[in-house]
């Protein structure tokens, strides 16, 4: 992974080149759209008091698990023993990302979800309320966090979502072999270039023309950002926001050329 310097290096770089977040410049409507409806939507939706709520319980909570790490591991912890309170501050999604995926959903109504990397819950539930009637399977490859995970999803009320436990290499295929369609995928575990391909390559042949793919942290090393490049560039993919933090994938047919959008959020 980068270190600080690094990333905060390759922060200033996507922000003195990417569009200014107003969608000034997009001659793609389908990308204005989503700067200006979804991107900069200020709605403060009241599902983000739910999750929101559970987020500092959990920060709150000092109760010890051991995690078994499955991916490229954690850039703040050396050891398997962490709190949940350690979990929920620096492995979360923050607000401002787990909401703009509520709002992702809650715009393109995709009815089959899945989640590459559960962890707490948080993003589960942002996945989940901004489409009560989507199935959202989620898949989390430590046991114990799991555990957690399925507490919080019963504590908030949430019956549309199927928790998948286990090391992803053995339980995403099972996944995708039942999931004729898929239409919004998020990958946010196993922070490496070979498996991130390869789960690209995997969710692939359920993939519609409207499908949406968000993949996590695609600067935070220099096999992400390998990663993205070679997602970018395949065949199938129409065009891509560069966000920093997160980067989208579309594959609409109305992309009548390849484009590659950096948008400042």
């Given at each position: 992974m980068?270190?600080s ?9 996507y922000?003195?080149?990417?569009l200014n977040?107003k ?7 389908f ?5 200006t ?36 591991g954690?850039?703040?912890s ?5 709190t949940?309170?350690s ?8 607000p401002?990302?787990?909401?703009l ?17 559960t962890?707490l ?6 996945l ?11 898949l ?13 999803f ?7 979502v ?19 369609s898929?239409?919004f ?9 070979e498996?991130t ?5 995997q ?5 519609n023309?409207d ?7 695609i ?6 950002e ?6 970018k ?12 933090f997160?980067g989208?994938?579309?594959f609409?047919e109305?992309f ?5 959008f950096?948008?400042?959020?």
């Amino acid at each position: 992974m980068y270190n600080s310097f690094q990333l905060v290096a390759r922060y200033l770089h996507y922000y003195f080149t990417s569009l200014n977040g107003k969608g000034h410049g997009t001659h793609s409507p389908f990308v204005f759209e989503f700067i200006t409806k979804v991107l900069n939507d200020k709605t403060v939706f009241p599902e983000y008091k739910t999750v929101e709520q559970l987020r500092h319980r959990l920060q709150k909570d000092k109760t010890v698990i051991t995690v078994e790490d499955f991916g490229a591991g954690s850039s703040v912890s050396k050891t398997n023993s962490r709190t949940i309170a350690s979990i929920a501050r620096h492995a979360a999604k923050s607000p401002k990302l787990a909401q703009l995926l509520f709002r992702m959903v809650r715009k393109y109504q995709p009815n089959n979800i899945l989640e590459l990397g559960t962890s707490l819950g948080i993003t589960s539930a942002c996945l989940a309320l901004a489409k009560p009637d989507a199935q959202l399977q989620t898949l989390e490859g430590a046991g114990s966090i799991a555990a957690i995970a399925r507490k919080n999803f019963d504590e908030i009320g949430l019956t549309n979502v199927h928790l998948t436990e286990g090391n992803f290499d053995n339980t995403l295929p099972g996944v995708i072999n039942n999931s004729p369609s898929l239409d919004f995928v998020f990958v946010d575990g196993n922070h490496r270039q070979e498996p991130t391909e390869r789960y690209f390559s995997q969710v692939l042949p359920c993939l519609n023309n409207d499908s949406i793919l968000v993949f996590d942290d695609i600067h935070w090393s220099r096999e992400m950002e390998a990663a993205w490049d070679s997602i970018k560039n395949h065949e199938k993919v129409r065009c891509t926001i560069d966000l920093f933090f997160l980067g989208i994938v579309l594959f609409r047919e109305e992309f009548r050329e390849k484009q590659h959008f950096s948008v400042r959020f």
